[in-house]
């Protein structure tokens, strides 16, 4: 059992770490490897439903290893280890050079399969730990989106287009729904596997966004505190 609990989390490290966007562009004729968002770009460059694609195979990532999990009833600390192990992956990807993605879309993945499988096993309540986060995060992407799809200059085309004008709202919004999950399935008394699990998440998705890129912003930083702050918070070191 030692061996196969090492098996799903190693396979999940290594499925998070699939460069799904980065083959099917060059698939397509563009090079994305030296993108700083996979996501937007592939939208941008390649097509609408081949970033379409690469949202739900992020989302899976974080999944698929959760729900494999469940199904061949996996202890649910190990379900949880795998969750993380997989959106590490994706942030920290080996075929990659460990420089990936910021392990958002692949943390919702993860939270939404845990709180799913433990609502229809052991506490059937545990699904509005991720409504909860949904509604923190959506809010703060319909504050960024709303404005710029109503706008009268924009066209059909340009209030699709994934990306645009950087936010504040967008990565505020995710910072805090990620925040916000370990600590309501600490309050509405969920497994504590699942809580430590979705803190390890939160903790994995801080550290990316603290840490990417640092060096170069810390030699030109006149204040490393609030380069530190603006990363934690908005995803970036300067406003």
Known sequence: ????????????????????????????????????????????????????????????????????????????????AAGVAAVAGQMWPVFRKFDGERGNTSGAGMMLAITVGVSSTEA??????????????????????IPRFVAPSQTLSQRLMLGGPVSNSLPLGMVIAFAA???SSWCLQQPLEMTVGLAALFVALVARRLTVGIGADVKTATSVRRILINRLLYDRSYL
């Open 1 to 80: 059992m030692v061996i196969a609990n090492i098996a799903l989390v190693i396979g999940a490290y290594l499925l998070g770490s699939f460069q799904y966007m980065i083959l099917l562009g060059r698939a397509r004729g563009f090079d994305l490897s030296q993108e700083e968002d996979l996501h937007s770009a592939l939208w941008r460059k390649v097509g609408r439903l081949e970033g379409l694609s690469g949202i739900v195979v992020d989302i899976l990532k974080g999944a698929i290893p959760v729900v494999i999990g469940f199904a061949l009833d996996f202890h649910l600390a190990v379900i949880a």
């Open 124 to 145: 059937s309540h545990a699904y509005l730990v991720f409504l909860i986060a949904l509604i923190i995060a959506l809010t703060g992407f319909f504050i960024r989106t």
């Open 181 to 183: 999950a370990p600590l």
